[in-house]
């Protein structure tokens, strides 16, 4: 689809502004009752989906130009879907799809934000979008005693990422996943230096192509270790990663045959068999944060082809064969839970917003690359939002959220804990069983 295939929603959202809260039954706290950061910082209807569906809709009649305050409103976007999920309560519109598609448009225009530029390159010419060397990206796995299946047999390839592979400040979570995993006895191997992007954060940029490209070489590469190594499964402990490999690789048409999981999936799995026994216990007052990619953005995908029509004589518009929508409740939130859950000493308490309807982390959308102040301010919204539950730490399953929580506390000076999941269930694995 195109951004103009989305016409229809342009007309037919009523301006309810339901994109910009969580739903109205669910707000148990009025402080933290907004959903869409971008309306919530801003302030201005424009920020919101339902400006966003004007802005292009006067586009489409000639109305105005692409201009840089366009492009500001078009960028100053997370892209984490809660707009989209809030909509389909009151309305069944694409908010999030007429986005990415709108990106897409802009870029194929060549009206590219100065500030992404740079990471482009360096996915063009290094394979990853942290400005790094393309020779460094296995440097996280040194030392460590694991399979590469690029050379041995392995049925499970756990898959690093960027952000594991590069930021060294999160090399103890990618580590801490490799050692839980040979621990359960899991037959694993890493792809190390010869791992590349995903490109799903191109993707959400606008750049399409760089997502088929690096696409078909995602399953090339799966197809090859499959038939050579013996992988069945591949496992990652980032969420961008899982939902690119499991949801946007699907909706392209590129997805593997090999079966993806996140790392707290598996977790859940080799936990509910004995295979792994977390009997630590963990004295600590925590609180889950849904990571987007792994919540609403990881619900697979739902292919539908058809017409959209509207009846003679109603002034509703009607699908045929009738249209699924995805409506971020098939996201992955019980296994981190439950994982949690099964560590002694450890007590859950939810935020406000949670599951489907969570608060961003801020990292998302190149926000944290373009506005940096932006996916603080984000990210400090929702710090305080676990300490207003009474959370002595927040526990998240992504690096994007664990590094922008650990900038923002930085720099507010918040002394909250800050864990991915991995860690707690290192430590409540402890020594030998």
């Known amino acids: 689809m195109t951004w103009q295939d989305f016409i229809h929603d342009m007309q037919r959202c009523t301006r309810c502004s339901y994109c910009k809260y969580i739903p109205w039954r669910l707000i148990r706290n009025f402080r933290f009752s907004e959903g869409c950061p971008s309306a919530a910082r801003y302030h201005w209807h424009a920020y919101a989906a339902g400006g966003k569906f004007n802005l292009a809709y006067s586009l489409l009649q000639g109305a105005i130009d692409i201009n840089d305050s366009l492009l500001e409103v078009v960028y100053k976007c997370l892209m984490d879907g809660s707009c989209d999920i809030a909509c389909k309560v009151q309305q069944d519109l694409e908010p999030l799809q007429h986005m990415q598609e709108f990106r897409v448009e802009c870029v194929a225009r060549g009206y590219l934000l100065p500030q992404h530029q740079p990471y482009l390159r360096s996915l063009r010419a290094e394979d990853n979008m942290l400005l790094r060397r393309r020779e460094e990206r296995g440097y996280w796995a040194e030392g460590l005693e694991v399979k590469r299946v690029t050379s041995d047999k392995a049925e499970v390839v756990f898959f690093a990422g960027c952000r594991y592979s590069y930021d060294q400040d999160l090399w103890p979570v990618a580590r801490a996943a490799v050692h839980l995993l040979q621990r359960a006895g899991v037959d694993v191997g890493i792809l190390g230096a010869d791992e590349a992007c995903c490109a799903g954060r191109a993707y959400e940029l606008g750049y399409e192509g760089e997502l088929m490209k690096f696409a078909e070489h995602q399953r090339d590469t799966l197809a ?97 064969p009738p249209k699924r929508f995805r409506r971020g409740t098939h996201g992955v939130y019980e296994p981190p839970r439950n994982v949690l859950k099964s560590i002694p000493g450890l007590e859950l308490v939810e935020m406000y917003r949670t599951r489907e309807y969570a608060w961003c982390c801020g990292a998302g959308g190149g926000v944290i690359d373009a506005y940096p102040d932006f996916a603080q301010w984000t990210a400090a919204e929702r710090l305080e939002e676990a300490h207003e539950v009474g959370a002595e730490a927040i526990v998240s399953a992504c690096p994007w959220c664990k590094r922008n929580f650990l900038d923002t506390a930085a720099i507010t000076k918040d002394r909250i804990g800050i864990f991915d999941l991995v860690e707690l269930v290192e430590r409540a694995v402890g020594g030998s069983e």
Not at 292 to 319: A, F, M, N, S
């Open 224 to 320: 090859t270790v499959a038939r050579t190594a013996g992988v069945h499964t591949l496992v990652t402990a980032c969420s961008d990663c899982y939902s690119t490999f499991k949801v946007l690789y699907d909706k392209i048409g590129k997805k593997s045959d090999v079966e993806v999981c996140h790392i707290t999936q598996y977790l859940e799995r080799l936990i509910q068999e004995g295979r792994l026994r977390p009997r630590k216990s963990l004295d600590l007052n925590i609180t889950y944060h849904d990571p987007c990619h792994l919540g609403r953005l990881g619900e697979p995908w739902i292919h539908w082809q058809g017409r959209e029509y509207k009846p003679v004589g109603t002034q509703i518009w009607l699908h045929d």
